[in-house]
């Protein structure tokens, strides 16, 4: 069994920062692609940045220029570093890999959420 547990979520001031953390536990053989993905109240699920294996990179044009992906392969974990926290951001911030196991087979992975507030 494969699992996502997300931490760091939480309130900040407009302008602050936060650092979102997400690690895999289980039996899998190899990361792909590790991503993070927010829902705001009444909207859909959008996307906010992915790293594929390859340390590329890709950023939602509203988080462009304050989030940094990144991952720290030993750890199997991918962090989201926000800053600059603006009011558009508040969301539930949820992790998202894509995972292949022993077999060969790959499938996707999602964190449990964790909520981000922006507020004074």
């Known amino acids: 069994q494969v699992q996502l547990v997300e931490s760091g979520g939480g309130l900040v001031q407009p302008g602050g920062s936060l650092r979102l953390s997400c690690a895999a536990s289980?039996?899998?053989?190899?990361?792909?692609?590790m991503g993070w993905y927010r829902r705001a109240p009444g909207a859909q699920r959008d996307l906010v940045a992915t790293i594929t294996s390859g340390s590329s990179t890709n950023y939602a044009n509203s988080v462009k220029g304050r989030f940094t992906i990144s991952r720290d392969i030993a750890k199997n974990t991918v962090y989201l570093h926000m800053n600059n926290l603006q009011p558009d951001d508040p969301a539930v911030y949820y992790c998202?890999?894509?995972?292949?196991?022993?077999?060969?087979?790959?499938?996707?992975?999602w964190g449990q959420g964790t909520p981000v507030t922006v507020s004074s």
């Open positions: 289980g039996s899998f053989v190899s990361i792909n692609t």
């Open positions: 998202n890999e894509d995972i292949t196991d022993g077999s060969g087979w790959s499938s996707t992975y």
